[in-house]
């Protein structure tokens, strides 16, 4: 059993909470997020601390207070100091780049892929290859990030495409010239 929703979620400097009912309101210096408590749960703000509290002790009501601790703890982590996830274009020829809010992707195709921006999402491009997203949403920066790497998956065989930083593409053995 996990103990994730006991913990206490440390709130550093700059970082104001606000809570209306079951809308918190997270202010940072990156940005502003608002996200709503689950029912069930309630949280209790101190000097420095926040805390997650069960309203029953069951295990519906334990489950809720570590998602909602985590989704908390998220929350503060992305206005003070964001999230980042990092791609890599692999293949002859592949390569990308940032005009204004559209990232154009040269990916095999005989057009280049356009990506839009959404609202609050940052992307940089190192060595046209490299791909970094970043925001404070730590959902919409993964979901922009699977967005992407879905334009052009890695391929098996020899591994073209758009993959995580770090990612391990398994090769497969092609056809052989049978004899």
């Known amino acids: 059993m996990s103990r994730i929703g006991k913990r206490p979620i440390d709130i ?3 970082v104001k909470i606000k809570q209306d009912g079951s809308l918190m309101t ?13 029912a069930g749960v309630e949280v209790s ?12 002790d069951g295990g519906k009501g334990r489950a809720l207070r570590g998602l909602a601790r985590t989704l908390i703890a998220n929350t503060v982590h992305g206005v003070s100091a964001g999230f980042e996830k990092a791609l890599e274009i692999v293949g002859v020829g592949y390569r990308g780049e940032v005009q204004g809010k559209v990232l154009k992707l040269l990916i095999g195709y005989s057009d280049p892929v356009e990506y839009t921006m959404p609202e609050g999402i940052s992307i940089k491009v190192d060595r046209q290859v490299n791909l970094v997203v970043s ?24 591994g073209k495409g758009i993959r995580y930083a770090g990612e391990y593409v398994k090769k497969k053995v092609g056809k052989s010239a049978g004899t």
């Open 135 to 158: 925001g404070i949403d730590k959902e919409l920066v993964g979901r922009v990030a699977a967005q992407i790497r879905d334009l052009k998956k890695p391929e098996p065989y020899k």
């Open 45 to 56: 703000l101190e000097a420095n601390i926040a805390r997650v509290n069960a309203l029953s």
């Open 12 to 14: 550093p400097d700059g």
């Open 26 to 38: 997270v202010a940072g210096p990156k940005g502003t997020l608002s996200m709503e408590i689950p």
